[in-house]
Every structure is written in C-alpha cells, then in structure tokens.
C-alpha cells in the first residue's frame, strides 16, 4: 500500500535519505564510465514507468496509463510516449558526455580526419579545424582547456610539439573498468537492495541479512581482517554452493513433474571506508602538474617547425 505524500512524513524522509546512501556509489561509477545525469534521469523515468505499469497491471489487471502517472509523477503524455518505444531506445544518445561527443566527432566527421580516414593531428588553438574548433561545436560550452585536461585524464588524447593534441583512444573509460565488472556491480546491487526491501514491507519469513561492523578499526589491523574476512567468506560460500547443489541433485532424481522455479542464492561482500571529515575530501588526490597553454600566432609556429627542419640547400 502506498502512503501519502504530507510534510513531515518520516517514512519518506528516510526513504529519500536512503537513496542518498544508494546514489552515491552509483554516481562514482556513473562519473568513471562518463554517463550523464542526463542520461541517468532519462533511464530512471523510463523504468519508472514501466515498472509502475507492471505494478497497477498486477493491482486491477489492466493497463491504467492516469494511474501510472499518478504513481511515478510523470506527465502522462510522456507515459504513453515511454511505453510506446521498445527498451532499445533507452541505449540511445540523448545527453551523451560531451566527452563521448568530443572524441566521436573526431572519428568520425570528414573534417577532422586524414585521408587515410585516421583521427588528424589538429592543433589546439585556431578557428578553422583545430581541437578548439572541434570543442566549440561539440563540447556542449565546455572551456577548450577543461575538455583538454580531462581527455588527457582519461588517456584518450596526447598533447605533442607545437601546441598541438592527437587522438588516442575513442573510448574515454577509465582502466579497468569492463562492461562483465559493471554489469556485475548491477546485479549484486539490485539482489542486495531487493532482499532489503522485501523484509522491509514486512516479507514473512524474512530473507537472511546480517551485517557485522566494527567503526574504530586501526589502520594497522586492516590488511589482516581484510584477509581473515575473506577466508571465513570464501569457506562460507565454499559449504553454501555445496548445500544448493545437493538439493539440486536431490530435484532430479524426484518425479519430473513442472513445478515453479526459483532463483536462489546469496552473497558475502567485505566493506571498508576512511572516516574523515568533509572537509579532508580532496587530501588524497593526486594532482597531476598543468602546463599553462597561451594562444601562439600561427606564424611563430610555422617558424618554430622550420627551424627544426634541416636546410635543403645545404650551408652558404
């Protein structure tokens, strides 16, 4: 049962607090894999909408468009609209990181291309074909120098002689992030959540959860709990898939009749973070040193290039 949305509802504010705790590691993985708020809140809206029609389906056996609407908050115009498209169209790309722009624009556009159909070499101040023309266009307002900074970053730009920036890598995630690691994390976070909110509506019985938390560890004892934890942890789940494969063996030697089949399983994790205070956010970040870019007349750079050249009519 839904409650009511009134001023003070103490339900909804712990709700909404919980969902900050949720969001923040989500956002981390969302900055390190360059998705946009935007493009999150055009996801969240779709699920939105189709989740709360499977839900009102499940209550009055029939699609209640006024009633989803009602339930998400969204104009019903654009449930119609959402539940009108296939789920494809979430993958398309609506408020791509500008990032992502940058760099597609740089692969793909004729302009910035070699004959070859290779990223150009393009220099990093100019109006015409330069790597601050390609930022103006499709950086969404970003400063050419900022946009710089984080292509260099993320390893998908080089910065050479003469003011000038080559293309890389297409791609600008950072390493070690992989689509099986990513759609990992997605998985065991919405089986974590899902247990967690079904024994919260009051799931009888209730799914095992147990957390065992110490807030004044020692630095010093870390890496050995750290190893302890993860020993007790992997004997744990050693016995717990010894258990589900001795019931699966027993269900097959049993009468072959179809009945329902469930997904069973359950997880260990070890957590550890620093307590620190906000202000201590930024201590522990490397800063790498910024060269200070000017604007250069063409022409001093032409002549630079020159003088590295050997003469071609040799000494006077």
């Known amino acids: 049962m839904r409650r009511k949305h009134q001023n003070g509802d103490p339900i909804r504010e712990a709700t909404i607090a919980a969902l900050k705790h949720v969001a923040d590691p989500l956002l981390e993985l969302m900055f390190d894999a360059g998705v946009t708020v935007h493009e999150f809140n055009y996801l969240l809206r779709d699920r939105a909408a189709r989740m709360a029609t499977k839900r009102v389906m499940g209550e009055c ?3 209640n468009k006024s009633r989803v609407a009602i339930l998400t908050g969204l104009p019903r115009s654009e449930v119609t609209r959402i539940l009108a498209t296939d789920h494809s169209s979430i993958d398309n790309p609506l408020g791509q990181h500008a990032a992502r722009r940058v760099l597609a624009a740089w692969y793909e556009s004729p302009r910035y291309l070699t004959r070859a159909g290779e990223p150009a070499v393009l220099p990093i101040f100019g109006k015409r074909r330069s790597f601050e ?37 297409r791609m600008p995630i950072l390493t070690g992030l992989t689509p099986n690691a990513i759609g990992a994390v997605g998985v065991r976070c919405g089986e974590l959540i899902d247990t967690l909110v079904k024994n919260v509506r009051g799931r009888m019985p209730p799914l095992f959860e147990a957390t065992a938390l110490v807030n004044d560890a020692d ?14 942890g992997a004997s744990f789940i050693n016995g717990a898939n010894s258990l589900l494969k001795r019931y699966r063996h027993e269900r097959v030697r049993k009468s072959g009749h179809s009945t329902p089949k469930f997904r069973v399983g359950v997880s260990v994790y070890y957590f550890e973070s620093e307590i620190s205070n906000n202000n201590d956010i930024t201590k522990d970040i490397k800063r790498s040193h910024r060269k200070n870019l000017r604007r250069q007349r063409q022409s001093k750079i032409k002549n630079r290039r020159s003088e590295k050249k050997p003469s071609e009519d040799g000494p006077l």
């Not at 390609?134 to 002689?161: C, F, K, N, W, Y």
């Not at 010093?220 to 993860?230: G, H, I, N, S």
Request: net charge negative; hydrophobic share 45%.
């Open 133 to 169: 023309q390609l930022v103006s266009v499709h950086g969404g307002g970003i400063p050419v120098r900022a946009m710089l900074d984080e292509l260099t970053q993320i390893d998908a730009v080089e910065q050479i002689e003469a003011q000038r920036v080559k293309a890389k890598s």
């Open 219 to 232: 630095i010093d004892f870390v890496p050995v709990l750290r190893r302890e934890l993860a020993e007790q």
């Open 61 to 63: 056996g029939r699609n």
